[in-house]
RNA sequence: GGCCCUGUCGUCUAGCGGUUAGGACACGGCCCUUUCAAGGCCGCGACACGGGUUCGAUUCCCGUCAGGGUCACCA
């Protein structure tokens, strides 16, 4: 059976790490059961700039290959794929609605609603509205509303049960009786959300609405609405919010900013606490300054785009939120995109609230880019050094071969692109920046200059200057002086690089050559005053 | 407040009447390497609580508690 689901994002500006696992899970469903996965743009109530607002959400799907099969950009048959062109749609239902006397207009105001409200509520009873002309004739209504447009209420069956068999949460009803006639257009012609959405999925053929948790309550009204219009109800799967991280112990968090509660929903709203010092850091690590982040407000843990700035692999990011909330059996984690795609079940999601767990999600990023051809890590790795303005494009032919020589040495070092410059650093700059903790901590131990001097000397009779020599000659001139071979990495990474971490010491040396190295060597002597 | 949903290590989860309650992230230790990663081994750590049903409950039922959602002319 083909299946057909949708997404259906408001232009915000930016994609939100809670929407795209939904999404996900609409794509992944119709990727393992063939189908189309729809992109409906929900843009009715949205006064910003509409294009502007919707490319970084349609920029961001692309990323992280959830490519849609009708919607914007590329059409489809069952277009207009933006709300705000469907109105004649909405208008049809409800005139449909009114005429069949599932629906009626109702002149209340606001004043006179927000009355009935309060007193329900100070009688603590639930407030379930039902307009005046909820038994008039349909004929007469039609009338009415010709004569004198109005807010269309859509007039909920009474004394039954409204059922949703839902695919996650199971059998759920609600009494009908509870249930308040809902607003479906407004005095001006504009549809409801609610009802635009039953309309759409209609027109669409949606055959599985796979959406938030939080829309199950709606759901109950909905599938009143597809009853009223006589279309066949859909499938439905509510799926378990994405929650906020669980506090890291320890972490601190500005004045004014709460810390993160994973029984919150990770909102839209609210996201600068997610901007803690670490992440600061980690932007500005990156070359984002701090006015800079502030003025984007898409630039935090809770976006797509956050990540995809700091280079983690899209399949990491993929694979991390198809297994929030879902999960394949009692021990995979890592999953190629085929294998998701292949794997993807309803029956397997979760039913209770999953929390966001940072950590996780940067292993899983690192466990997909040990999977990345050497080609592939270049390619992802060269827009930050650019940036760094520690290479220049287009890459000449040393500089790639440089390249390839220092992301083969990282090896698994890398686990997100933007890890290139913590590690290609110290090899791109055209002289060593000595950090000050190693120069005290090393090569400033009483011993090590006169270490330095014989070290030089030992590699500069290495020929060729490959990594086994020099781990030959240096192993050779401790098993000599009677120490540790292994003690004299440290004072020459530092000598060299001017850090104390980075890959293996004798690949490093390679890496730079033997002039460079003596040259590097004789630097650090002079700069500790030998 | 009414209605609905949810409750297994800090986090993600497996479990679907009988298991020493399994795996993963994180954390701690050891090994490897005198760096940092990666890898290997070990450890810490959970069935919210109280009643039932049952020979036996994490699992089924009912309460309690806790959290969440929703009750809009928002989406």
Redesign the pocket.
């Known amino acids: 059976m083909a299946i057909r689901t949708r997404f259906a994002p408001?232009p915000t500006g930016y994609l939100h790490i809670g929407g795209v696992r939904t999404a996900l899970f609409n794509w992944l469903l119709v990727q393992r059961h063939g189908g189309q996965f729809i992109l409906r743009i929900?843009d009715?109530?949205v006064e910003r700039n509409k294009a502007e607002a919707l490319q970084p959400i349609l920029d961001g799907f692309r990323w992280l290959g959830i490519n849609w099969d009708e919607g914007p950009e590329i059409g489809g048959s069952f277009g207009p794929y933006f709300q705000s062109q469907r109105s004649e749609l909405y208008k049809n239902a409800v005139e449909k609605l009114i005429e069949t006397g599932h629906a009626y207009p109702?002149y209340?105001?606001?004043e006179e609603?927000d009355a009935e409200?309060k007193a329900a509520d100070d009688a603590?009873k639930?407030?379930v509205?039902r307009g005046p002309h909820r038994e008039t004739p349909a004929a007469e209504c039609v009338k009415l509303i010709a004569e004198k447009p109005t807010?269309i209420r859509f007039k909920v069956p009474t004394g039954r049960d409204a059922i949703v068999e839902d695919l996650v949460?199971?059998h759920?009803k609600?009494k009908t009786d509870?249930i308040?006639d809902?607003?479906i257009m407004?005095?001006t012609g504009s549809p409801?959300?609610?009802f635009a959405t039953v309309v759409d999925d209609i027109a669409m053929e949606i055959t599985h609405v796979v959406r938030a948790?939080?829309?199950?309550?709606?759901t109950y009204s909905q599938v009143l609405f597809w009853e009223a219009l006589g279309a066949p109800l859909p499938k439905f799967a509510h799926l378990?919010?994405v929650?906020e991280p669980?506090p890291k112990p320890g972490a601190k968090y500005p004045p004014g900013v709460k810390p993160p509660n994973?029984?919150?929903?990770l909102s839209k709203r609210d996201m600068a606490k997610f901007v803690t010092p670490e992440v600061r850091l980690q932007l500005n690590a990156i070359g984002w300054t701090d006015e800079q982040i502030a003025a984007r407000d898409d630039l935090n843990p809770a976006t797509v785009a956050f990540y995809r700035e700091l280079g983690y692999l899209p399949d990491g990011l993929v694979n991390y939120l198809c297994?929030?909330?879902?999960?394949f059996?009692?021990?995979t984690?890592f999953m190629t995109m085929a294998e998701m795609k292949a794997n993807f079940t309803l029956d397997?999601v979760?039913?209770?609230?999953?929390?966001f767990?940072p950590?996780?999600l940067y292993?899983l990023a690192?466990e997909h880019m040990k999977t990345l051809s050497m080609e592939d890590r270049i390619a992802g790795s060269v827009p930050f050094l650019v940036k760094a303005k520690l290479i220049a494009e287009p890459l000449d032919a040393t500089t790639k071969e440089r390249l390839t020589r220092i992301i083969g040495a990282m090896?698994?070092?890398l686990?997100l692109f933007s890890d290139i410059l913590i590690y290609a650093g110290p090899f791109l700059k055209a002289e060593p920046e000595y950090d000050p903790q190693a120069i005290e901590n090393v090569l400033q131990k009483p011993g090590t200059a006169d270490l330095l001097k014989e070290i030089s000397a030992a590699l500069a009779t290495c020929e060729p200057f490959d990594a086994a020599t020099t781990e030959q000659a240096l192993h050779d001139y401790a098993a000599d002086k009677g120490i540790?071979?292994?003690?004299l990495?440290?004072p020459l990474?530092i000598a060299v690089t001017g850090v104390?971490?980075?890959?293996?010491?004798f690949e490093t040396l390679s890496i730079f050559g033997k002039p460079e190295v003596l040259r590097r060597i004789d630097l650090a002597l002079a700069m500790i005053g030998e």
């Open positions: 408001s929900d009715t109530d109702d209340m105001t606001k609603l409200r603590k639930a407030y509205h807010t949460c199971g759920c609600q509870l308040g809902p607003v407004r005095a409801l959300y609610n948790r939080e829309h199950l309550t709606n378990p919010v929650n669980a994973k029984n919150k929903k297994r929030l909330g879902w999960s059996d009692d021990k984690e397997r979760n039913d209770s609230p999953a929390s767990d950590e996780k292993w690192g090896g698994d070092r686990k540790k071979a292994g003690s990495n440290q990474r104390s971490k980075g890959p293996g010491v």
